[in-house]
């Protein structure tokens, strides 16, 4: 796993599973700009799928 990618992970995971002041949405989102601009060709499409995958078993709130 490419250094960029690993602390963009960091970083969104973190917010996703402490933070949580920001939708998940919106985290992933940032995340996917972040590795557009600085990882690779494969980024984004790599960082969506884990925080993808990481959220998908999260119980999301009733309204």
């Not at 996703?16 to 060709?41: C, W, Y």
Request: proline letters at 5%; a negative charge.
């Amino acid at each position: 796993m490419a250094r960029i990618d690993r602390n963009v992970l960091r970083i969104a995971l973190y917010e996703l599973r402490v933070s949580g002041d920001a939708p998940a949405g919106v985290v992933i989102d940032e995340a996917v700009e972040l590795a557009k601009m600085f990882g690779s060709e494969a980024s984004p499409k790599f960082v969506n799928g884990v925080l993808a995958t990481a959220i998908g078993g999260r119980e999301q709130p009733s309204a």
